[in-house]
Structures are given as structure tokens and as C-alpha cells.
């Protein structure tokens, strides 16, 4: 199946500082990503959804300027928690949509970030 | 928000023994998916029932679908301690697009 890779896969950050992930299809173009959010022992939530070339669409609840995402290419979409606080500490892990058959998606690993 | 809820929460079995999940939902779907996290990782893709689809069957993985009841089961059969992880159920939102997950089944295989 498609690959889809996270980096870093942890980050620690202090309170205040902003904290930017990626996430890359390598080896098939993804017009479509997703980013979710995972707290320990729960399910994943929705955070955007990131296109190419165009502003993400963000879900109810969640701050678009806190969470910026950019989709700048068709392999890299990328999140950066801004003015990060403790609260924000949590698994991020971002989808991509190949885009043939049923629209499969592809998770990457995940990046767990604490922030201090 | 989520669409599905799965039960039970938590599973604990031995090796050899088969294990279920439930999944509920609230809305119509086109598909739905099971998927499977190992702890503090990322998410593989299990199988997915079409709507027009009763059963399907994937190695030890065998899907169920009651539309009519809005829920789906997944079974595991003669479970290994590699089954070990947390299993969601998943539907696609409006747009047909992002996944919606279910709260998910943590099962536990012990040898």
C-alpha cells in the first residue's frame, strides 16, 4: 500500500513556543489530506481537512489560527501548532487520499507532542 | 464529532478464542471501515463493507453490516497475541471525504 510519513515522530516543546509537523505521501501525489487528534485512550477526532493549493477546511470547534495548516504540494501537507500550551499535548497524525477506487487513506505514524 | 460507537470498550481474551466488536452509527453510509492502532502508533486499514454488502471476509476478519440497525461487527477469529490493539470502526463524513471513528475497542490477547 501508499506510504505516508510523519516528522518528527515526538517533539517536546516548551509553553509558548510554536511547533510545525509534516506530513508526507511518498510515494503517490495526495490532493486531499487530513489531520486528526488522538488524546490518550481515545478515539480520533477530525481536526481539517487540507487540500492542495487552497485554505484547509477546519472542523467545528477547532482554531484555525491556533492549528495553521499549508497543503503547498501534493506530498507535504503541514500543521503548526502555535503559541503551543500543555493543553495541546496530544498524538497528531495526519491521513492522505490516494484518490483511486474507493478513496482509501493512508495514516502516517503519528507525532506525539508534549508540550512543557 | 463521532459518529460510532463501539462496544465493548475494552476486551480481554485468550489465545485461541475469538473475538468480537460491535459498532453502532448514527448516520447513513456508503462504506464503513474497521481499522486497527497498536499503541502510540498509527492506523492500518483492516477491510471495508460497501453499503449493499451483508458480510465480508478478510483471513481471520470477518465484517458484518446491518444497515437496518445502523451497525457492524468484526470478528476475529483464533485471536493471537499480535491481535493485541485498539480497533475503531469508521464512516466517511457528508462530504464523503474524512473519516469519522468510532470510540473504538481496546482488545487484550494474552498467551
Known amino acids: 500500500g501508499a506510504v505516508v510519513s510523519q516528522h518528527p515522530s515526538r517533539v517536546i516543546c516548551k509553553s509558548g513556543t510554536s511547533v510545525k509537523i509534516e506530513c508526507r505521501s511518498l510515494d503517490f501525489q495526495a490532493t486531499t489530506m487530513f489531520w486528526y487528534r488522538q488524546f490518550p485512550k481515545q478515539s480520533l477526532m477530525l481536526m481539517a481537512t487540507s487540500n492542495e493549493g487552497s485554505k484547509a477546511t477546519y472542523e467545528q470547534g477547532v482554531e484555525k489560527d491556533k492549528f495553521l495548516i499549508n497543503h503547498a504540494s501534493l506530498t507535504l501537507s503541514t500543521l503548526t501548532v502555535t503559541s503551543a500550551h500543555p493543553e495541546d499535548s496530544s498524538f497528531y497524525i495526519c491521513?492522505?487520499?490516494?484518490?483511486?477506487?474507493?478513496?482509501?487513506?493512508?495514516f502516517g505514524p503519528g507525532t506525539r507532542l508534549t508540550v512543557l | 464529532s463521532q459518529q460510532g460507537e463501539e462496544d465493548p470498550q475494552a476486551l480481554s481474551i485468550q489465545e485461541g478464542e475469538n473475538a468480537t466488536m460491535n459498532c453502532s452509527y448514527k448516520t447513513s453510509i456508503n462504506n464503513l471501515q474497521w481499522y486497527r492502532q497498536n499503541s502510540g502508533r498509527g492506523l492500518v486499514h483492516l477491510i471495508l463493507i460497501r453499503s449493499n454488502e451483508r458480510e465480508k471476509h478478510s483471513g481471520r476478519l470477518r465484517v458484518t453490516l446491518d444497515t437496518s440497525k445502523k451497525s457492524s461487527s468484526l470478528l476475529i477469529t483464533a485471536s493471537r497475541a499480535a491481535d493485541t490493539a485498539s480497533y475503531f470502526c469508521?464512516?466517511?463524513?457528508?462530504?464523503?471525504?474524512?473519516?469519522?471513528f468510532g470510540k473504538g475497542t481496546t482488545l487484550s490477547v494474552s498467551s
Open positions: 491521513s492522505a487520499l490516494e484518490g483511486k477506487g474507493y478513496n482509501e487513506q493512508f
Open positions: 469508521a464512516t466517511t463524513n457528508q462530504a464523503g471525504t474524512a473519516l469519522i
